[in-house]
């Protein structure tokens, strides 16, 4: 999994433009196993980044 950082470009020895995508290939975890025997399928959850901060509190969370 990758994050786009920007764009930029440069030219190669022949003179040519050659625009390209700057990004960021960074460790990504296993939050979540499926299996056969559980789920009916095998597949596995990445997550990459940072854990963004929640937008909307429910309201037990509003309380503290």
Avoid at 54 to 63: A, F, I, P, T
Wanted: aromatic letters at 10%; hydrophobic letters at 35%; glycine letters at 6%.
């Amino acid at each position: 999994m990758v994050k786009k950082i920007g764009m930029t470009s440069f030219f190669d020895a022949n003179g040519k433009y050659l625009p390209c995508t700057v990004i960021e290939a960074g460790p990504c975890v296993i939050t979540q196993v499926k299996t056969n025997e559980k789920d009916g399928y095998s597949a596995l959850q990445l997550a990459y980044d940072e854990k963004k901060e929640k937008k909307h509190l429910v309201s037990y969370e509003r309380s503290f």
